[in-house]
C-alpha cells in the first residue's frame, strides 16, 4: 500500500497494492496497521450515481459529528473534490481533485474540516466510504459547490444538481467553522 502526501495538509491518496494474475486480482482496501492515522472507522456507506454530469456536495458534517473519510469508486469513474476549510491551515479555502475509477483502484482520505464532493464522469458510479464518526442530520452541511471564494473548475455547464445542493449557501454565510490545529 502506498500513502502519498498530498499538496493539501493532512490529506493523502492511497495506491493499493493489486495482486492479479488469470483468475482476476486482490487488493487489501484497508489496514489499520498501515494507515497513517489513528483513526477508528464506525460505518460503511455505498452510494450510486446512475448519469454522468452529476455533482455531489459540497458537503461535511460540523461537530460534534464532524467525520473523516476514506473514498474509493468502485464502479465508474469520478473526479472527486475536497476543500481544506480549517481556519488558519496553511492551505485554507485550497482544493485538489483526484481521478478515482474502478481501474487505477486509488482511494482518498478526507480529513476532518474538509468539504468533499465529486463529478460523475460515467454512468452508473458507485462510491463506497468509510466515515469515523455516524451520520447526524442535524449536523450535515452543504455549500455551494460553485462558491467563487473557493473557484473550483468543475469542467462542466450544466451539472445534475440535487435539491439539497442547488440551495446550498456559500461558505461565508454558512457555519461550518473548523479552526487548523484544534482537537476536533
Known amino acids: 500500500m502506498k500513502i502519498?502526501?498530498?499538496e493539501l495538509k493532512d490529506a493523502f491518496i492511497i495506491e493499493?497494492?493489486?495482486f492479479s494474475d488469470n483468475r482476476g486480482w486482490f487488493?487489501?482496501?484497508y489496514s489499520k496497521i498501515n494507515f497513517?492515522?489513528?483513526i477508528e472507522f464506525v460505518q460503511d456507506n455505498h452510494s450510486f450515481s446512475k448519469g454522468k454530469g452529476i455533482i455531489r456536495g459540497l458537503h461535511c458534517q460540523i461537530n460534534p459529528h464532524c467525520q473523516s473519510k476514506l473514498i474509493r469508486c468502485v464502479k465508474g469513474e469520478i473526479v472527486d473534490v475536497i476543500v481544506d476549510i480549517r481556519q488558519g491551515s496553511p492551505t485554507y479555502k485550497k482544493h485538489i481533485k483526484?481521478?478515482?475509477?474502478?481501474t487505477n483502484k486509488k482511494q482518498?482520505?478526507?480529513p476532518k474540516g474538509f468539504l468533499h464532493g465529486f463529478l460523475t464522469l460515467t454512468d452508473n458510479v458507485e462510491i463506497q466510504y468509510k466515515v469515523d464518526d455516524y451520520y447526524s442530520k442535524k449536523c450535515d452541511r452543504s455549500i455551494s459547490y460553485n462558491d467563487k471564494d473557493i473557484n473550483i473548475n468543475w469542467e462542466i455547464d450544466n451539472p445534475i444538481?440535487?435539491?439539497?445542493?442547488?440551495?446550498a449557501p456559500l461558505l461565508k454565510d454558512s457555519?461550518?467553522?473548523?479552526?487548523?490545529?484544534e482537537t476536533i
Open 4 to 6: 502519498i502526501e498530498t
Open 16 to 18: 493499493p497494492d493489486v
Open 27 to 29: 487488493m487489501e482496501t
Open 36 to 38: 497513517k492515522k489513528n
Open 98 to 102: 483526484v481521478l478515482l475509477n474502478e
Open 108 to 110: 482518498l482520505f478526507i
Open 161 to 167: 444538481l440535487s435539491e439539497k445542493d442547488l440551495k
Open 175 to 181: 457555519d461550518c467553522i473548523f479552526v487548523y490545529g
